[in-house]
């Protein structure tokens, strides 16, 4: 591994422990797995719905190292439309749909290629605590 890459992964990582979050990524019909910790964010973009009219959408980004990725979909292969994300917060268990944006699901986040940003939309939010 190149310095590049080491000195990438050790920012990421200092990163993920200050923010980030245990999520289960699966993929339809197949693999599912959980990623120990993945960082958040969000991003309000500007989009234009089936009739033409402007609106606000809030999209949610993971950054994700790639090989732990791969490790639940297979080496080589990139996250797809179709492809879920649900993340624990609070009382709720939060799922997202991997989600394309500007022609892509994903993309690399950092020079060398040892981190993925993916693109995802919440589909639904439900109670986790019983009696709710």
Do not use: C
């Not at 973009?45 to 609106?55: F, H, K, L, V, W």
């Not at 699901?105 to 693109?119: A, E, I, M, N, P």
């Amino acid at each position: 591994m190149s310095i590049e890459s080491r000195s990438s992964l050790i920012g990421f990582r200092s990163a993920q422990r200050m923010s980030g979050v245990s999520v289960v990524y699966s993929r339809p019909g197949g693999s599912s797995g959980t990623i120990a910790l993945a960082i958040p964010g969000d991003t309000l973009i500007d989009a234009i719905d089936e009739d033409g009219s402007s609106m606000k959408m809030k999209v949610r980004d993971y950054l994700i190292e790639r090989t732990k990725i791969e490790a639940i979909i297979g080496a080589g292969e990139s996250p797809e439309r179709g492809d879920t994300i649900v993340e624990t917060f609070a009382d709720y268990a939060r799922t997202f749909d991997v989600f394309e944006l500007n022609g892509e699901t994903s993309r690399l986040w950092d020079k060398s290629g040892q981190v993925l940003r993916v693109h995802a939309v919440e589909v639904s939010k439900v109670t986790t605590t019983e009696g709710s």
